[in-house]
């Protein structure tokens, strides 16, 4: 006669009562949480570093070396990089850049990444190919200069930075393969109901793919906002503005310049900060995506896990 398996009396059960842990269970667990400490401190101690730095004198800094606690406390490196305002403008635009391009790149690899994983669309292997092609091998810079400023006639627009990275290969591959996890059986479904594509793929698959989206959406972002090259290559003094890392590139090159042009000759050389100038950029340029990516973490892990398993 088979056993009556225990009920559970919820009642009467204690929901503090924990699992007792041996002696060999909190040493591992006391070295791995030293180990992840000690790990997470390595992280933070080059930040921290150039913060300290970027609020020494250049003097202190070309005599001791970069400092985690600022010595002869300064601010004129950060004062060199707002003067004039023009830094704000490029934050501004660089804000804007970030959020029309993660909003507008996520859409499009999404569609695309859908429909690639579509059993009934015909030409996916074939468009995979030509995408996966592109990641593999480049026509050069010359033709593509070409091709933005000759053909699609983009030069001094900041279209020319925001549609080059709106569609990555490697952020398409990964949505494609996280798409995979979910049961095509959903999109019949919803074509037995009635529903068309774009009702299936707004109403039962996008509300699937936030772990996908989070991810690919900090790829993106973290690439509009570091964006410097594709500016260098199609923006000049025409425009009104630049965008952020562009704009903090171009002060501590003049800066550098200033140093070694004629001009030094008037000014000593420790009045130049341009080793604190290095740090205030760095300060200023990583500290609001630093703080977005918390929000997005638990999202972020789990896409990467998905992306990575899926073949």
Not at 76 to 81: G, R
Request: with cysteine; charged share 15%.
């Amino acid at each position: 006669m088979a056993k009556k398996d225990k009920k559970i009396d919820y009642d009467t059960y204690d929901s503090s009562a924990r699992v007792k842990l041996g002696t060999s269970d909190y040493v591992i667990r006391g070295i791995g949480y030293v180990f992840v400490t000690l790990y997470a401190l390595a992280c933070i101690f080059p930040f921290l570093l150039i913060i300290g730095t970027s609020f020494t004198s250049e003097a202190v800094i070309r005599s001791a070396g970069v400092q985690l606690f600022p010595r002869d406390f300064t601010t004129e490196a950060y004062d060199m990089v707002l003067k004039g305002g023009a830094i704000w403008k490029s934050y501004l635009l660089t804000i804007l850049m970030t959020g029309v391009g993660t909003g507008v790149g996520l859409l499009v690899i999404s569609m695309t990444g859908y429909a690639l994983q579509r059993k009934d669309f015909v030409l996916r292997n074939v468009i995979s190919f030509f995408i996966y092609f592109t990641s593999l091998f480049q026509a050069g810079l010359a033709p593509y200069y070409l091709l933005m400023t000759q053909t699609y006639h983009l030069k001094d627009s900041y279209f020319a930075v925001l549609l080059p990275l709106l569609m990555s290969p490697w952020l398409i591959i990964l949505m494609k393969n996280f798409v995979k996890s979910i049961p095509f059986e959903i999109t019949e479904s919803g074509k037995i109901d009635g529903a068309g594509d774009m009702k299936i793929f707004t109403s039962l698959i996008l509300p699937m793919l936030k772990p996908a989206l989070a991810t690919i959406g900090l790829f993106l972002a973290l690439g509009y906002w570091n964006e410097w090259y594709q500016s260098s290559l199609f923006l000049s003094s025409k425009v009104d503005a630049y965008p952020l890392q562009y704009m903090l590139y171009k002060v501590v090159n003049e800066a550098n310049s200033l140093k070694n042009s004629v001009a030094a000759q008037f000014v000593t050389v420790t009045d130049l900060p341009t080793n604190s100038l290095k740090m205030a950029t760095a300060v200023v340029a990583t500290g609001p995506i630093v703080l977005l990516y918390p929000f997005v973490q638990r999202y972020f892990i789990g896409g990467i896990t998905v992306g990575a398993v899926k073949g």
